[in-house]
Each structure stands twice: as C-alpha cells, then as structure tokens.
Nanobody, 129 residues
C-alpha cells in the first residue's frame, strides 16, 4: 500500500508563505502523476497543481497561478508545494495524491481528483486576514 504523508501546514497571515511537503515512496520519483488538491469547508475538493517528473507541463489552478509552485525532489520523491502571497481563500485542507502513469488532461497531469488512486491524510492550511 502506497503511503503519502503530508506536512508543513499551519496558520499564517495573509501575504505569508508556507511550504507543504508530501513524503512518498522512492519509486514514485518517476512514472507517476502527482498533485496537490485542497478542500475548503463546505466545498468540493479541487486541484491546486499537478506534476510529472519527466518533462510534462505543470498544471496550476487559475486561483494560484503566479503564487504557488509545485516541485519534486527526484532522489527522494518528495513532492512540494511552495505557497506564497497566501490569501484567506486559500484556507483549506491540502492533500497530496498520486496515480501511476501519464494520466493527462491536455498536456499536463490531470486535475480530475477521481483519476488519482493514492491519497494522503491531508494537512490544514489556515490563512487569516
């Protein structure tokens, strides 16, 4: 059973930064679509950013473009989400997810949460105004 473990969440004021980490099995350093998703209270889960180690375009939700950056440490397969210029509307539980293969929407790993097979338990991000 693949295990994804998120960390790095917390409380921050608007304009601040956080860096989320997702520890993943080493073999996920290639051949897997990985992504960050979030779910705010009372709302549906949505994709934040997706990544494939191997040259595909990264996907970012319009609401986070220019503020968030997804990346992966290839040696450890750890997935990161650098979040800058945080806004109160970024408040949500953030989840790491993975699926084997190039599961694409357009030229990037898909933003459709139903396509992902493996999920972490989530880490809470709270942004105050």
């Amino acid at each position: 059973q693949m295990e994804l473990v998120e960390s790095g969440g917390g409380s921050v004021q608007a304009g601040g930064s956080l860096r989320l980490s997702c520890a993943a099995p080493r073999y996920m350093s290639s051949g897997y679509c990985m992504g960050w998703f979030r779910q705010a209270q009372g709302k549906e889960r949505e994709a934040v950013a997706t990544f494939y180690g191997g040259g595909l375009t990264e996907y970012y939700a319009d609401s986070v473009k220019g503020r968030f950056t997804i990346s992966q440490d290839n040696t450890e397969a750890t997935l990161y989400l650098q979040m800058d210029s945080l806004k109160p509307e970024d408040t949500a539980m953030y989840y790491c997810a993975a699926v084997r293969g190039k599961i694409l929407t357009g030229t990037a790993c898909t933003y459709r949460s139903t396509s992902y097979s493996y999920w972490g338990q989530g880490t809470q991000v709270t942004v105050s105004s």
